[in-house]
């Protein structure tokens, strides 16, 4: 929470009084500023600058809550680093620093008291202007955010700009068309509109809401808590509305009142702090165990065989798009046999797009409506991960066996499902694939798979990162298996060429 003695000195100098945005005060957009910068994970004396970042004025609010004769009497409450932080939101030209400029235009006169500011201070510049634009969103503003997040060097980006790495304002505008429409629609219309809105965008909450809602009128509880911590999880990775006409406070507490507690229904991630305590406690366990099983189970994780397929917002992207998907993958000749060493049956064909960390690019160029959802949502695209078709040939049966990981789960497309005897069993459960259809299950459980018609069974693959894994521990994980992936082709490659000149010193 803010600093209750910052907001009695900004309550004091009449920040309460003064008209803003929406009707509300320069205080309440302050406060609320502020608070966007902790949930997104900086330090805190950059949320301690966010809550006073306009009192000296700026570019765009020309009054002056205190006079810069000041200063020293707010560093004094505030801290100097923020103190100076606010000031340098006052007086820096926003056009160098939000075109990307500003690196070199430090050498530039800056109408600045002191010295000019450091390249972190830069950055945190571009942070509160980020939290600013958040608070307000005026327009379309999400695309927007994540190119200014673009010009960090030293500070780590909010995560949901990383999520939303190939987000452009024609899918902005999608959401907003999508999530407007449902709102003048009812019953199975408004509900393909949501779950559009919602696929179209990872972060966005507000349709996850909606779809919960939807679920719960039905009497689908599972799904309607499952949506609502799809919601909540959007809500602080987000760290503010998307839909401004509820606070962030309000649509939490909407979550809050469709979520039950947690029994057999939704599975939900911890906090970050304990997301992170969790992540060193599974990077811990590398000094011992990680000789014998390097895939290692990662702690805490709980698990079931079977998911909700509409728990997962890919889920709507690919049923949606199905005809044009199931298009792209038929197309595909490039099919090769399956080579892990599971026992089989018959013949096991497949076509990778991505593959342990690599991608195969003439796949994804081949197949640019499966590529764009595998990649606009959090697949698992690292080196734990797979993504490919799959084709079991007639009379093949793939042995029982169990992935190598508990951090991820696995999506199944239907694309062409033969009648008769062709399923999937995890667990004690067996169900059969259907065109058009997603089935998700945890491929840490043993599984087997089997076609015994006289046709060929293709379906899509893709996995998911675990819904109990928080968004912090999934970035730490992408980060981690990224560096094993790009040292082990260094590697590669360093005992490649040294085997060479082994073997041509000996000629």
């Not at 018959?346 to 195969?360: K, Q």
């Amino acid at each position: 929470m803010p600093s209750d003695e910052l907001v009695a000195l900004l309550d004091a100098e009449g920040a309460g009084k003064l008209s803003h945005s929406r009707g509300r005060s320069l205080l309440d957009h302050l406060v609320e500023t502020s608070c966007i910068v902790r949930r997104w994970g900086q330090p805190e004396w950059l949320a301690e600058a966010a809550l006073i970042h306009s009192v000296y004025g700026t570019e765009a609010f020309g009054r002056e809550l205190i006079s810069v004769a000041r200063r020293d009497d707010v560093a004094g409450v505030a801290g100097v680093h923020a103190e100076r932080l606010a000031y340098l939101f006052s007086v820096t030209p926003r056009r160098p620093l939000l075109a990307g400029t500003h690196r070199w235009a430090r050498d530039l006169p800056w109408p600045v008291q002191g010295e000019p500011p450091t390249s972190q201070e830069l950055d945190a510049l571009v942070l509160l202007h980020m939290a600013n634009i958040a608070e307000q969103a005026p327009g379309l503003w999400l695309a927007g955010l994540c190119q200014l997040a673009e010009l960090l060097h030293d500070s780590d980006r909010p995560v949901f700009t990383v999520q939303l790495a190939r987000f452009e304002e024609e899918d902005e505008e999608l959401v907003r068309r999508s999530y407007s429409g449902a709102l003048l629609s009812e019953g199975d219309e408004r509900a393909s509109a949501l779950a559009l809105a919602a696929a179209a965008c990872p972060v966005v909450a507000e349709p996850c809401v909606g779809l919960a809602h939807l679920a719960a009128r039905r009497g689908d509880d599972v799904s309607s808590r499952a949506w609502a911590a799809q919601a909540r999880k959007r809500l602080w990775t987000l760290g503010t509305a998307w839909d401004k006409r509820r606070s962030f406070d309000e649509w939490l507490a909407a979550i809050d009142s469709l979520e039950a507690p947690e029994g057999d229904g939704a599975i939900t991630p911890p906090e970050p702090e304990a997301g992170r305590t969790r992540f060193r406690r599974y990077v811990e366990g590398f000094v011992d165990e990680g000789r014998r099983r390097p895939g290692l189970v990662y702690p805490d994780l709980r698990s079931r065989p079977w998911h909700e397929p509409r728990d997962f917002p890919i889920v709507a992207y690919l049923e949606s798009h199905f005809s044009e998907i199931r298009a792209e993958l038929l197309a595909i000749t490039d099919f090769h046999a399956e080579s892990e060493r599971i026992g089989r049956t018959g013949d096991w064909d497949v076509a990778f797009l991505y593959e342990r960390g690599r991608r195969h690019d003439d796949v994804c160029a081949a197949c640019p409506v499966t590529t764009r959802g595998i990649e606009t949502h959090p697949t698992v695209r690292t080196m734990a991960g797979l993504i490919y078709v799959s084709r079991l040939r007639a009379h093949t049966h793939i042995d029982a066996h169990r992935g190598p990981t508990n951090v991820r789960v696995r999506c199944h497309l239907g694309i062409e499902v033969p009648a008769g005897d062709c399923a999937i069993r995890v667990g004690d459960d067996t169900r059969r694939w259907v065109e058009g259809r997603c089935l998700v299950f945890d491929d840490y459980f043993e599984h087997e798979a089997w076609n015994h018609t006289d046709q060929d069974r293709l379906v899509l693959i893709v996995d998911l990162w675990h819904p109990g894994l928080s968004d912090a521990e999934v970035m730490l994980l992408e980060g981690l298996q990224g560096y094993a992936g790009v040292h082990a082709e260094r590697l590669s490659r360093y005992w490649s060429a040294n085997a060479t000149a082994a073997r041509e010193a000996r000629v």
